[in-house]
């Protein structure tokens, strides 16, 4: 799938299109050595592509800004990068230098995941801090996502309404394909972290107990384990 074939199954509107690389050399005077060194070690050359801004001047959709937050336009990227596993790094550099909300969209030559992130103002700068990210999973592929992600169907009040629904769809579309549930999700305390959270709890204590040789011990984990599986299938079925 192209980058034009994703911006149209997103249905977004042509008026948003970039479609355009984004040039290092505008962004690299602002990086520091390290953020330079995570740069040029993990993006292919020439793979930082702006695929659309939402704004108000091109949506009619308004801006929203309060004494916490502020959404002017949404940045929408396709970067590819040597190694997925690099995705949030990357993503971070971005956020620390960019004054509007980021959605990218990384690849690289068998992967791709989304990361977005819950942002607040920074009062000394016009810059957002990044207060909490969201990586998809990397094992969905993307034409799984890109059958259910619909602009269309995000909330147009305001362009945060615009960046929330985005991260909301998201989360969705990973609940089911992860966990085989349809639901609609809160972004505070949604159910797919938790379950994430239980799985890797579970893992560990499944591990912890293969490498315990004292047979006790590895019943005490054995049921704790057992315990979260539990709660995680009573989490799954609750309505």
Request: contains cysteine; proline residues 4%.
């Amino acid at each position: 799938m192209n980058e034009e074939q994703i911006l149209r199954s997103m249905q977004l509107p042509k008026t948003t299109y970039v479609l355009r690389t984004f040039p290092y050399n505008k962004m690299e005077p602002q990086l520091n050595a390290a953020q330079k060194k995570i740069i040029s070690e993990n993006v292919v050359p020439r793979g930082i592509r702006l695929l659309a801004i939402i704004s108000p001047n091109n949506t009619n959709i308004p801006k929203f800004e309060d004494e916490n937050e502020r959404f002017e336009e949404i940045h929408f990227y396709c970067i590819q990068l040597q190694n997925i596993k690099k995705a949030i790094a990357i993503y971070k550099v971005f956020a620390q230098i960019m004054p509007y909300p980021l959605v990218i969209l990384f690849t690289d030559d068998n992967h791709s995941c989304w990361v977005l992130a819950k942002h607040s103002k920074q009062k000394q700068t016009h810059l957002l801090s990044v207060d909490q990210i969201y990586e998809s999973d990397e094992t969905i592929p993307l034409e799984e996502v890109m059958g259910s992600l619909r602009f269309t169907e995000m909330d147009n009040l305001t362009i945060k309404t615009i960046y929330d629904s985005w991260m909301k769809q998201l989360l969705q579309i990973e609940l089911k394909y992860k966990y085989g549930i349809i639901r609609n999700i809160t972004l505070e305390n949604n159910i797919l972290q938790q379950l994430k959270d239980l799985d890797r709890q579970i893992e560990q204590f499944v591990n912890q107990a293969k490498r315990e040789k004292q047979m006790n011990k590895r019943i005490a984990l054995q049921l704790e384990a057992n315990k979260l599986k539990n709660a995680k299938q009573a989490l799954m079925e609750k309505e």
